[in-house]
């Protein structure tokens, strides 16, 4: 069964720095070969897609919405099944559950844009919080 999990979430003050984890198993073809996403959810708002990035045997192509540009990295290692959310210089305005997902289709992920209902499977969340 695909299984995807979230870790690494947690509590940090505004300016600070987190990266969160997306270990995933069960997967009939290697990592490489889907696209891959981190979405956010805050309380009151809709889930949201925070980065995307094409299959590792595609053009490699990343997507960050505007309010994350600069802040915050996608980044993967198929070898481990395994990719990651680097967030710097972090904002109480980040603070959600934070999710992981991959796209069946490694072209899952576009220049301008990422769509939830492109995602197959989907991690259980982690809460990052941003306060002072």
């Known amino acids: 069964q695909e299984q995807l999990v979230e870790s690494g979430g947690g509590e940090v003050q505004p300016g600070g720095s987190l990266t969160i984890t997306c270990a995933t198993s069960?997967?009939?073809?290697?990592?490489?070969?889907?696209?891959i996403g981190w979405f956010r959810q805050a309380p009151g708002k809709e889930r949201e897609g925070v980065s995307c990035?094409?299959?590792?045997?595609?053009?490699?192509?990343?997507y960050y919405t505007d309010s994350v540009k600069g802040r915050f990295t996608i980044s993967r290692d198929d070898a481990r099944n395994t990719f990651y959310l680097q967030m710097n210089n972090l904002k109480p305005e980040d603070t959600a559950v934070y999710y992981c997902?991959?796209?069946?289709?490694?072209?899952?992920?576009?220049?301008?844009?990422?769509?939830?209902?492109?995602?197959?499977?989907w991690g259980r969340g982690t809460q990052v919080t941003v306060s002072s």
């Open positions: 069960g997967f009939s073809l290697d990592l490489k070969y889907y696209a």
């Open positions: 990035m094409m299959s590792s045997v595609g053009d490699g192509l990343t």
């Open positions: 997902a991959t796209a069946d289709s490694g072209w899952g992920c576009h220049a301008d844009h990422v769509q939830r209902n492109d995602y197959d499977y």
